[in-house]
């Protein structure tokens, strides 16, 4: 029987996948304190929302200082934008179904208070944290922008150590372009993330994109570990991976 990593070697022509390590897996939407006391007690990595945690839920997440358990933080970017026309005639847009629009736009003012708690969690956890870089959901430009325009608080949270991850969003450059010119705006090499979902990256794609970055991590943004294409998927990609670490 033909394995669904071994469909996708054979499918993208890549090097025989070797046997992965059980990767890192969020629990993603873990923004409430007992959640998060929960995940942490069970020796779960707690993925939460900036825009859905409270005093009390980040310093639950301040509290795994020094304890190993990585934390994820999102900033909560994938609901400003839909392609459900319910949604878009809701906020006086045309209905296209099907196409991303903006229906939650993120103000200066939202992006400043999203990255001072990302400094603020980064300043205790360091190296425990994952955090997503400004971006807007399948939209390079707009990805671009905000990194220009938020370079200073992005560098100031890699500064301590916490890895900062870079969502591949698609568009007219294919996403190593796009990953290198990401990385000169930022002044460093982020961790490269591929949108899963919404706008979602196309499984060849993800894998060509690794072949040439070689990096050492990848992060896969929604993908979610019972999804069926997970094994493949990862099997594959980790052998494109130069530090053999999935997240």
Known sequence: RVTLAEQLWLAIDSPAPRPVPDPLVFASGAS?????????????APGATATRL?????AEL????????PVFLDSGAFSEVSADPAKHEAHGLAPEPGTLK????ITDRQWRQRLSLYLRLA???GGQLFVVAPD????????LFRLRRWAGEVRAIHRTGAHVLLPLQRGPRNLVLFYHEAARVLGFSPVPAFPMKKAGTPVDTVIR???VLRPERAHFLGLGIRNPVTPGLLAVSYTHLRAHETV
């Open 209 to 211: 994109t690794l072949r």
């Open 62 to 69: 301040c509290r795994l200082r020094g304890s190993g358990i």
């Open 32 to 44: 409430d304190p007992g959640e998060i006391r929960g995940f942490a007690s069970a020796g779960i």
């Open 136 to 143: 807007r959901v399948g939209c390079q430009d707009e990805t």
């Open 54 to 58: 409270g005093p009390a839920g980040e």
């Open 102 to 105: 903006v229906v939650r736009p």
């Open 123 to 125: 300043s205790h956890l």
